[in-house]
């Protein structure tokens, strides 16, 4: 059955949400990677780096899957699957900030 193009679309919006964050936390890696060494201790900063990006590859990754298994449960009338990442971005932003926040307070 073809699901209600209102909720097809919402789903694609959901589906360039995803993608748009991928790109903001690949932004903000690459902007971490790129504060000054006087700025950060310099391992920390690479780590937190890493984490943003590595975050953003998975929000890329994973944002068609999770378009697709949405798409099939709107067509089946099954229910929706949850949202299995999450709580790895909100906990793993989080840490970000509060350790960047941290350390701009310490270095100031």
Not at 73 to 88: N, T
């Amino acid at each position: 059955m073809e699901p209600d193009p209102r909720f097809t679309l919402a789903n694609e919006r959901t589906f360039l949400t995803w993608l748009s964050t991928a790109l903001a936390l690949s932004a903000g890696g690459v902007a971490m990677a790129a504060v000054p060494a006087d700025v950060f201790v310099p391992w920390i900063r690479t780590a937190l780096a890493v984490v943003l990006v590595t975050l953003s590859a998975l929000a890329a990754g994973m944002a068609y899957p999770r378009w697709r298994n949405i798409q099939r449960a709107l067509r089946d009338q099954a229910p929706l699957p949850p949202p299995a990442l999450a709580a790895v971005f909100g906990y793993g932003v989080a840490a970000v900030a509060v350790i960047a926040l941290v350390l701009i307070i310490l270095s100031a």
